[in-house]
Nanobody, 125 residues
């Protein structure tokens, strides 16, 4: 059974940091693209960052470039999102996701196969 278990969300002040983790099981993690997505109240889910499984390229949405870092540990079957200099507009439910299809682009939610349940990130002003 495929499972993605996200953790690490919480309440933090503007300028603070959080590290999200997502442990995967039930599939060959290293073969899959990975991504972090978020959904703010009243808004559509958007791609935040991902690593494709074509050439290992990393993508970030413009609003988090220079502040967030995505990385993976294929030994631990875990993906991470290090979030620094957090802003109130980063508030939302963050989801981890994976995709089997080899593609250069991985920031589209519709391209992902498996999803974790989400973890709440709240940044207070």
């Amino acid at each position: 059974e495929v499972q993605l278990q996200a953790s690490g969300g919480g309440l933090v002040q503007t300028g603070g940091s959080l590290r999200l983790s997502c442990r995967a099981s039930g599939f060959t993690f290293e073969d899959y693209a990975i991504g972090w997505f978020r959904q703010a109240p009243g808004k559509e889910r958007e791609g935040v960052s991902c690593i494709n499984n074509s050439d290992g390229a990393i993508f970030y949405v413009d609003s988090v470039k220079g502040r967030f870092t995505i990385f993976r540990d294929n030994v631990k079957n875990t993906m991470y999102l290090q979030m620094n200099s957090l802003k109130p507009e980063d508030t939302g439910v963050y989801y981890c996701a994976t995709a089997a299809l080899r593609s250069n682009w991985c920031l589209s939610p519709s391209g992902m196969d498996y999803w974790g349940k989400g973890t709440q990130v709240t940044v207070s002003s």
